[in-house]
Structure formats: structure tokens, C-alpha cells
Nanobody
Framework: QVQLVESGGGLVQAGGSLRLSCAAS????????MGWFRQAPGKEREFVAA????????SHSDSVKGRFTISRSNAKNTVYLQMNSPKPEDTAVYYC???????????????WGQGTQVTVSS
């Protein structure tokens, strides 16, 4: 079992930047693929980014590619989401999650954080 706690959310202006963090505790952090998902009001949860245990396998959704970057520090048991040039449509609750296999599908992730709200103003 692993526990995940997100931080860093808040209000940001369009075109600004924000960095989300997700601290993991419990079982060995390096055992897991880590992912970021988001859910806007009235919409389904959607994939944002994923990173393999070694950090060499990385994937971003088309909607954030070139603007957001996922990374991880296994020494700090933390995964990050650097959000550059956010847009109002990026407004959502952002969740980090842990999985045993590399996936872009939410159902593959067994462990979830509580989420952090990101609001992008125009």
C-alpha cells in the first residue's frame, strides 16, 4: 500500500506557471508507475501524464503536451507536474496516482491522492 498527498494547487493566471507535487509514503516508491489525472466539474477523469519507475518512460496527453512536464525524484519519494502556460480549460482537480504497470488508463491505478484544485484565470 502507498499513500499519496498532493500539494501546490491554487489560482494561477493563464500563461503563468504552477508546480504540483505528490509525496508518497508506504511501500517502495520506486515500485510504482506514477500518473497525474484531472477532473473538471461535470466531466470524466482524464489522463494528464505518466512516468515509469526509472523516469525514462514518460507520456503526456495531447492536450498538455509541450506545456506540462511530469518528473519524479525517487530520492524524495515525490512526483511533480510542472504546468507552464496553463489555460482556463486546464481548470480541474488534479490527482496523482500509483500503478504497478505503465498505463494511461485510470482503472490501472490502484492508489490515489485526495486531489488538489487548480484554477486558471483568463
Amino acid at each position: 500500500q502507498v499513500q499519496l498527498v498532493e500539494s501546490g494547487g491554487g489560482l494561477v493566471q493563464a500563461g503563468g506557471s504552477l508546480r504540483l507535487s505528490c509525496a508518497a509514503s508506504g511501500r517502495t516508491f520506486t515500485s510504482y508507475v506514477m500518473g497525474w489525472f484531472r477532473q473538471a466539474p461535470g466531466k470524466e477523469r482524464e489522463f494528464v501524464a505518466a512516468i515509469s519507475w526509472s523516469g525514462t518512460g514518460i507520456s503526456h496527453s495531447d492536450s498538455v503536451k509541450g506545456r506540462f512536464t511530469i518528473s519524479r525524484s525517487n530520492a524524495k519519494n515525490t512526483v511533480y507536474l510542472q504546468m507552464n502556460s496553463p489555460k482556463p480549460e486546464d481548470t480541474a482537480v488534479y490527482y496523482c496516482a500509483a500503478a504497478n504497470t505503465y498505463s494511461r488508463t485510470a482503472s490501472s491505478y490502484a492508489y490515489w491522492g485526495q486531489g488538489t484544485q487548480v484554477t486558471v484565470s483568463s
